[in-house]
């Protein structure tokens, strides 16, 4: 079945890098764009990444801009988001979602989420 | 940025009860809109995409209406499972954006 797995997270310092991944399976992995998703603890959703289906459009949310990269390594089926200078406000649990059919980005499956904590 | 409002921001009902909550953007976005369920400490299902197509596995009982800036998600007889957070997303344009997420409690 179509699945995304989400995987990465942990503890880091502000100022610090971590690098999140995205395994996906049971589809065509370059057919769909990968999307990131983060959580803030007791907020709403917001939209961080997304890389085109076949990588060569990438855009990030004006938060991150700059700071993250997105990446897709096509022999793994696997997305990247490499978070650099991490901030406290980049605290969050991290979703994983490939794009919806007919290239249009609504978010499904959504992966588990994975928590980055950013903290001295 | 496209802003997206729900409406209300939580609301308390009883199993069988017919609940609607509101999702409205700050510019037109054609049907481009989709509905989400969240679950404590689990990740966002999909329900709806496109105003109103039900993601496949969905129940009936929920379903989805508008186009242009006023969108309508619908539960016609709630159910014990159907209580969590409901998210509107808007996919016309980049940022991709949310509601403020409705919360949905047992009353």
Redesign the interface.
């Known amino acids: 079945q179509v699945q995304v797995v989400d995987s990465g997270g942990g503890v880091v310092q502000p100022g610090r890098s971590l690098r999140l991944s995205c395994a996906t399976s049971g589809f065509t992995f370059n057919r769909y764009g990968i999307?990131w998703v983060r959580q803030a603890p007791g907020k709403?959703?917001?939209?961080v990444a997304?890389s085109s289906y076949d990588g060569s459009n990438k855009?990030y949310?004006?938060s991150v801009k700059g700071r993250f990269t997105i990446s897709r390594d096509f022999s793994k089926d696997t997305v990247y988001l490499q978070m650099n200078s991490l901030r406290g406000e980049d605290t969050a649990v991290y979703?994983c979602a490939r794009a919806?059919t007919s290239g249009?980005?609504?978010?499904?499956?959504?992966?588990?989420?994975t928590l980055v904590t950013v903290s001295s | 940025d496209i802003q997206m409002t729900q409406s209300p921001s939580s609301l308390s009902a009883s199993i069988g009860d017919r609940v609607t909550i509101t999702c409205r953007a700050s510019q037109g976005i054609d049907i481009?809109l989709?509905w989400?369920q969240?679950k404590p400490e689990?990740?966002?299902?999909?329900l709806i995409?496109?105003a109103s197509t039900l993601?496949s596995g969905v129940p009936s009982r929920f379903s989805g209406s508008g186009s242009g800036t006023d969108f309508t998600l619908t539960i016609s007889s709630l159910q014990p499972e159907d209580f969590a957070t409901y998210?509107c997303?808007q996919?016309t344009s980049?940022?991709?954006?949310?509601?403020?997420?409705t919360k949905v409690e047992i009353k």
Do not use: I, M, R, S
Not at chain 1, 44 to 47: D, Q, S, T, V
Not at chain 1, 104 to 113: D, I, K, L, Y
Not at chain 2, 94 to 101: A, C, D, Q, S
């Open positions: 999307h709403g959703l917001e939209w997304v855009l949310a004006d979703y919806g249009h980005n609504w978010f499904g499956p959504w992966g588990q989420g | 481009w989709a989400y969240q689990t990740a966002p299902k999909t995409y496109a993601q998210y997303q996919y980049y940022p991709l954006t949310f509601g403020g997420g």
